[in-house]
């Protein structure tokens, strides 16, 4: 059977039996005081004595809300981890010359990748001779950087290093920490023109006898 890690950490009112501690909280200067005489100031306030620095000379203790006081405790933990939190970096490779299929493929993986939170590592790799087209490899990151300028910032403009030409996107922190909804990329797209179906013509009523090889049809 699993134990409450936190019960286990804390030692609380009649658990903490060194001869004196010292007390801190809300509303109170810092002091040392007899262990029995912290407790009944605890009592007297109706919360608990918390022992937070049991390594200390004499151990600190606080008078708190036990429960409050782990409360404190988690939400810390979960800010802390917050702001540790790995972000992933995605890498999306360019050639100088690339089509504009491709090009939407990618811009569509980037809003995905910059939507989850990840960074984004564009760049643009130069073969052989195609180094001559450094300044359409920049145009082509450009134009990647404002497409995205609703979902990212660009951390860093681009820069040649080697056959490389890179550029790096942040995500956008959204407001509440909603995801906004992934779009697809507009491309140039000519829709065919919608064939109606043809209507049906009204055949007239004749009533009377059939004449072989007429058609009374309009």
Do not use: W
């Not at 970096?89 to 569509?108: A, C, M, S, W």
């Amino acid at each position: 059977m699993k134990k409450d890690d936190k019960k286990q950490q804390y030692r609380v009112n009649e658990q903490i039996r060194v001869r004196e501690v010292r007390i801190v909280g809300e509303g109170i200067e810092s002091t040392v005081v007899p262990t029995h005489k912290a407790i009944q100031m605890a009592e007297q306030r109706g919360v608990d004595l918390v022992e937070i620095s049991p390594n200390a000379e004499p151990p600190v203790c606080r008078l708190i809300d036990y429960s409050k006081f782990i409360y404190q405790q988690k939400k810390k933990q979960k800010e802390m981890k917050a702001k540790q939190s790995v972000v992933n970096v995605k890498e999306i490779r360019f050639g100088p010359q690339t089509d504009d299929h491709d090009y939407n493929f990618k811009l569509k993986h980037a809003i995905g990748f910059l939507s989850d939170g990840d960074k984004v590592k564009a760049y643009v790799f130069f073969k052989g001779r195609s180094i001559l087209f450094k300044e359409q490899g920049e145009v082509l990151l450009l134009r990647f950087a404002a497409d995205l300028e609703e979902y990212g910032k660009v951390e860093s403009m681009p820069v040649l290093e080697g056959k490389r030409m890179t550029m790096f996107i942040a995500p956008k922190k959204s407001g509440g920490g909603a995801k906004k909804p992934i779009q697809e990329p507009q491309a140039d797209v000519v829709e065919a023109p919608v064939k109606k179906a043809p209507q049906q013509r009204a055949r007239k009523e004749y009533t009377g006898p059939k004449v072989e090889g007429e058609d009374f049809d309009d």
